[in-house]
């Protein structure tokens, strides 16, 4: 079963904007993790939040937790056209437990 | 340094067969994780192999099964093939003794059920 819901399901930007992908869970979580996926192929980690951070950052990337209200938000700043893939929020429950993934968020950044 | 491999990319089947699917994790992990992905949907977590032993099992049917070798390498078997079967597979590798949950994952292999 899907643990994470993002949100929207697809966002069309232009290069230079930024995105914004929200994503909601509902059990607690020992982290929560974004995943980037090109075209159907393997999934790549971008960034980890642990419950007990609210603010995360890495090069483009800002990630934010609210654990209060089960919600994490995933920015990327100056989007670029390589940007274009689906994301994926992951929650944890331990440093070694399995992975719940959402459906996922298609992101279409425009030349 | 290379990362988690899969094998083969692309296979289809008919209803009834059985498929082997093969991974090698990123070298310096010992634990394995397959995932699938159906169209559209995120990857669903089928189990997780350490020490050779499952750990930690999904909402999968028993036709489901997976071996992990003494060099961590893996593999996922599906009995029974089933229509619903076609899916990206995907493998995942950590490490235990890694204090964060990143996992990393391998290109996955495509299973077309005819």
């Known amino acids: 079963s899907q643990q994470g819901e993002e949100d929207p399901q697809a966002l069309s930007i232009q290069e230079g904007e930024n995105a914004t992908m929200n994503c909601s869970y509902k059990?607690?979580?020992?982290?929560l993790q974004w995943y980037r996926q090109n075209s159907g192929r393997g999934l790549v980690h971008l960034i980890l939040i642990r419950s007990n951070e609210r603010e995360k950052h890495s090069g483009r990337l800002r990630v934010t937790l609210d654990t209060s209200k089960k919600s994490s938000s995933l920015l990327i700043t100056a989007s670029r056209a390589a940007d274009t893939a689906s994301y994926f929020c992951?929650?944890?429950?331990?440093?070694?437990?399995?992975?719940?993934f959402g459906k996922g968020i298609t992101l279409s950044v425009r030349p | 340094d290379a990362g988690v491999t899969q094998s083969p990319t692309h296979l289809i089947k008919t209803r009834g067969q059985q498929v082997t699917l093969r991974c090698s994790p990123k070298s310096g992990h010992d634990t394995v994780s397959w995932y699938q992905q159906a169209l559209g949907q995120g990857p669903q977590f089928i189990f997780q192999?350490?020490?050779?032993?499952?750990?930690q099992r999904g909402n999968f049917p028993d036709r489901f099964s997976g071996h992990q070798f003494p060099n961590y390498s893996s593999e996922l078997n599906v009995n029974a093939l089933l229509l619903g079967d076609s899916a990206l597979y995907l493998c995942?590798?950590?490490?235990?003794?890694?204090?964060?949950?990143?996992?990393?994952f391998g290109e996955g292999s495509r299973l077309t059920v005819l």
């Open positions: 059990t607690s979580i020992n982290n």
């Open positions: 995942a590798s950590s490490s235990v003794s890694s204090d964060t949950g990143e996992l990393f």
């Open positions: 992951a929650t944890g429950t331990g440093a070694n437990s399995k992975l719940t």
């Open positions: 192999y350490y020490e050779e032993e499952e750990r």
